[in-house]
């Protein structure tokens, strides 16, 4: 005997037996039921599109769902013979089979030490979620009658169930009171499938992260049943594991049991069950809409916790990782791993954590080679600025050959003439000492260089200009190598006079080093040729000559660089000019359009010029454009334009585009394509509040049917978008005009939602929200691109952040630079400072950030004097003494010694 009746229309009961389910839940079909079904499609097409946005996702599931409830059609009541008595257990009394395991069940709750979250975090931020999706069907593999109830006896069991904060389990579910219930509608619900292929009940598990308390769990739970499947009207029940005894401290997961044909509960034991299921969750793009979804419903808990972890349901590839995912091993397998078993996944889990290891190394490498790329840039264009500046190099002439000198002491004897005309070597520059008197020390060419360079006069001097350079110094003697290392010049305080330098001059010792080498290089010669040479003479060793203008590595490494950055430069801002959008315009939109002066801007090229056979291609691919209705879009540019599909849907490509005659067809054509937008916008100028307030397809639907199929063909093509989006502000501003009314009727009116700001002329004084009275508009919200998350309270101690204190402190010291704009929240008004606008618009969602700005705008306004928070007044007092600015110490004038010695 069957388990359920089935309530006829007319109050009477029948057995819920197979043949009579067939017959009550057979699917009704209609024009009408197709046409919901087709719309409904659409929307979740939207929605798979815009599921990475959490507010339009939310907002096109809404709309999906009112989509959804409009084609419901409840086929059948079922409703229990007998009613059973309630259940003295809170859970199911079923034990799982452990396989072996000597592990005793206990409903017993252990505080385990989790252990720390192993989630990967992109570069956004963001956590990727874990979604396992299965299901069991009448075609399933051992299916029998109660698969979907022994199912819930499994979630709900004592051992595993989380118990709430009052000692009560966690159970959300919208098909009953209790867990017996539950179990009773998912048997009404097996019933009441009754095709060959159909899907009886969604097995979902959803872990979740280490990260989270249980109160995050529960509250992610509650707000994913509550917001995507309770709006659909399906049937849910789920329930939250604990981590089991000897299992992983970090396992705990929901268990979502739920069904695509939707059911509601009437009364207890009694469910209205529909003959259509919700097919747009139902697939791959099903599967995914679920996965997101869910990962908003952990980013909302989160948020609401004052966390800033931020979850996404995108996979490793999609957020830009090149790591691998592992493989789910299960109870049974991970015991086979704990006893010391061999399985082939854990060990391909193992490889696959060294793989990502050694990758986040590579990409960890990567990264600091970017900064040191950063740095090395920045060295070079230092180098390139120093480089632009002119200096005058010194250049050390190599000496020639000399040989063996006749040395004398200074006297009045005559000197032996020279047998070369060649200058004689001065006095001044080098002195040779008898050979007997010369002591024994080696000599190197930079006293060489320190000695002439001691001798020279100020004006030839390396130092320019107070700067300092390191000249090269590529001096050497005939078979004496000596390297070509920059010395720099040591650091000197003021300058000396000519008169000084000749005075040091005068002062040397007899033997210089640069006149030892000459001489030891002589002798050396002297003893190899064993002939008479003539006299030697000598060339001054430093000559003031300007560096060399030959390019070396760095400079031209410097050309390659700056040319690859304005390469790059102008790239970018061509990509950024090619992807520029209008948004919004101050011309009419529609009323210049179409675009007739592009008639006259494309002459009519002769026929005679033109190949018959090309004519006739380009006539027959436009007749083809205007068969399949494409839209042709004008962005301000020298010609028209279609979309990329089209234009493989006729054959052509961008060189067909750009040809006259072609532009002109397409001027044609957007001629007629205009008439009837301009019909559509007429139409929502007459009665703007029948159009909806946002969407792409905002138009009603009582419109003309041929207007209305072109008009949903053009919906999601740019061009069009552009062209009527000066309508849809129009209509969004009359819905907001027509709403700030109801909310000003309402008796719950505070006075911070108020007038509309559509006049900038006073109006009646109203609440300015912060204890005072005002009367002009509001004004409007300004969207900021605000790119950080900063947490304004910290989430362990539940103190407030610097960057809060430091709100709060503007907010005291300026306080009639806010106010609450045109949607009720806060804003700032112009003259506020920089930093105040990106974190109001930050935390404007926040209640308590709200709380405490109001309340010290209020009492600074009142007092006339910043007036901060009790609990926090001491921090920001502290937080602005440490952050006044200090007078600069006077620097310390530093006198040369030269002018000290004077002194």
Known sequence: MSEFFVVLPDGSCTPATPETCRIIMKQARSETRKQAKIKRHEKAVELQMALEDRAAARRLEWEL???????????????????????????????????????????????????????????????????????????????RRGAARAHWDYIVRDEAVLLGADGEPVIVSNMGEDWVEIGAAWQAMEDATTRANG??????????????????????????????????DLPYSAAIHRPPPGGDSRNFHPHIALSLRPMRRVEPYCWDIADEVCGELD???????????????????????????????????????????????GEARSAIVARGGQVLAHERNRL???????????????????????????????IARAQASPVIGTIIRAAPPVSQATVRPPSKAARPASTCAQPRIKPAQIRVAAHAAVPARTSTPADAFEERRAALPPSASPRIAGQRIAAPLPCSVTGLAVSNAPVAEPRRTGSISATQAQHRTAHTADVSPAAELLASRTRREHRTHRASTPVPTATPLIAATPLPTSRTIEDDL????????????????????????????????????PRLDLLEAFPVTPAATIPTAT????????????????????????????????????????????????????????????????????????????????????????????????????????????????????????????????????????????????????????????????????????????????????????????VLLRLLHRCGTRPHTLAFADDGKLTTLPGASRTIGPLIQIWRDDPRVEALVVETVTASRAAGQPVWPEQYRRAIRQLATSARPRAPRPKRRRVPPAQGRDR
């Not at 793009?285 to 004052?306: C, F, K, P, T, Y």
């Not at 696959?352 to 950063?374: C, E, H, P, S, W």
């Not at 380009?618 to 004008?634: F, K, P, Q, S």
Request: proline share 6%; hydrophobic share 40%; aromatic share 6%.
């Open 283 to 329: 697939g791959r793009d099903g599967v995914q809409m679920l996965r997101h979804l869910w990962s908003h419903s952990m980013s909302e808990a989160a948020e609401r916790v004052g966390s800033n972890r931020r979850y996404t349901g995108l996979g490793y590839g999609a957020r830009g990782l090149d790591l691998d995912a592992g493989e789910h091993l």
């Open 615 to 802: 004519l006739a291609e380009d006539h027959e691919r436009l007749r083809l454009l205007m068969r399949i209705d494409a839209y042709v879009a004008d962005y301000g540019g020298d010609q028209l334009d279609i979309g990329t599909a089209a234009l493989k849907a006729i054959g052509a490509d961008d060189a067909w585009l750009a040809r006259p005659w072609v532009q002109r067809g397409l001027a044609v054509v957007r001629l007629k394509q205009q008439a009837v937008v301009a019909a559509m916008v007429a139409d929502a100028d007459a009665r703007p509040l029948a159009y909806a307030k946002a969407g792409t397809r905002f138009w009603p639907r009582d419109l003309d049917a041929d207007q209305l199929r072109r008009l949903d063909r053009w919906a999601s093509d740019p061009g069009f978008q552009q062209d009527v989006f000066d309508v849809e502000r129009r209509i969004y501003r009359m819905h907001q005009e027509r709403d700030a009314a109801a909310r000003r009727s309402s008796p719950s009116f505070t006075g911070r939602e108020t007038v509309v700001t559509g006049s900038s002329m006073a109006g009646p004084p109203y609440a300015d929200g912060f204890g005072g009275w005002s009367d002009t508009p509001p004004p409007p919200f300004v969207h900021l691109t605000v790119a950080p998350r900063i947490v304004p309270f910290d989430v362990a101690t539940g103190a407030p952040s610097q």
């Open 352 to 382: 696959k954590r060294q793989r990502n290891a050694l990758r986040r190394a590579v990409r960890d490498a990567d990264r600091k080679i970017a900064a040191l790329t950063t740095i090395r840039d920045a060295a070079l264009a230092r």
């Open 199 to 232: 899907k009886v009940q969604i097995r979902c598990i959803a872990p979740f992260d280490s990260d989270m308390s249980e109160a995050e769990m529960v509250d992610a739970l509650t707000h994913f049943c509550k917001t995507v499947l309770d709006p659909l």
């Open 558 to 593: 410097l050309h390659r660089l700056t040319r690859a950055r304005t390469r790059r430069e102008r790239e970018r801002v061509a990509k950024r000019r090619r992807d520029r959008q209008m948004l919004l315009s101050d011309r009419p939109t529609l009323a210049d359009r």
């Open 65 to 143: 769902a009112e989509l959804h409830r409009g084609s419901i059609r409840w086929a059948g009541r079922f409703k229990v013979r007998s009613e059973p008595l309630r259940s003295a257990r809170r859970t199911s009394p079923v034990v799982k089979h452990r396989g072996g395991m000597s592990a005793r069940p206990s409903s017993v709750v252990v505080d385990i030490p989790r252990a720390p979250s192993s989630w990967v975090v992109d570069g956004l931020g963001m956590k990727g979620i874990i979604w396992q999706q299965s299901y069991v069907g009448r075609k399933s593999p051992g299916f």
